[in-house]
């Protein structure tokens, strides 16, 4: 009775922890934005370093080592597109906000890898500016710029438990603004034209601290 006891408890302890593991053969979490994919990368990275360090400087262990690590790229980019395509009409979660109504919820789809090994997502839904969004601007700048041609990006912002922002990606941008009472004006009901977003594969730490999820336009160019 003991003995099964020990293996229960035993049982449900890994139950436990392949529970709070993310999928697709990944050890690490799973994420609020991008689900199993940054933790994919991070198992990629980490065997990729392992293997780097256990060669020799030698040409011949250089050469089995740069074999090892195109196998497993190959392996990892299967990994990740699968986990990518399993992305495609989840919702992404995201807090409410005066600024912006989402029409459609926002979501991310696998498309294609960008290089060797970064992956590229679509990024789908609808998303429009809720009210009259007014930026202020120097007189200068307004008159040496023509407004026609301007366009807000429209950014995703990760933030952990204490409201920090800890990630941000741009996935689209608004066009139409206007220049009234010497403000830039990104007027309400003007709808977002929705991009593709590129995954950086050194960013596992930063979405692992992800607790809420908001949308924000970036006017640091302005």
Wanted: proline content about 3%; glycine content about 8%.
């Amino acid at each position: 009775m003991k003995i099964n006891s020990i293996i229960t408890g035993i049982t449900l302890f890994a139950i436990a922890i392949l529970s709070s593991c993310g999928g697709s053969g990944s050890s690490a979490e799973s994420c609020m934005i991008f689900g199993d994919v940054p933790g994919l990368y991070a198992d990629y990275q980490t065997q990729s370093d392992k293997i780097k360090q256990a060669a020799e400087k030698s040409e011949t262990d250089y050469k089995k080592a740069s074999a090892q690590i195109d196998e497993l790229k190959e392996e990892y980019r299967g990994k990740i597109e699968e986990a990518g395509k399993k992305l495609a009409g989840q919702p992404i979660e995201i807090a409410p906000g005066e600024d912006f109504k989402i029409v459609t919820p926002v979501t991310l789809e696998f498309k294609e890898f960008a290089n060797s090994i970064n992956a590229v997502f679509i990024v789908g839904g609808e998303v429009e500016a809720a009210k009259n969004l007014a930026i202020e601007v120097s007189e200068s700048w307004l008159k040496s710029h023509d407004v026609q041609y301007l366009y807000l990006p429209l950014l995703l912002v990760g933030c952990d438990e204490q409201g920090t922002e800890v990630t941000s990606a741009k996935i689209g941008i608004f066009k139409g603004l206007q220049a009234i009472d010497g403000k830039i004006v990104l007027p309400a009901g003007t709808k977002a034209e929705l991009q593709t977003v590129a995954y950086n594969s050194n960013d596992y730490e930063n979405y692992i601290q992800v607790k809420s999820v908001k949308l924000a336009i970036d006017t640091s160019k302005l």
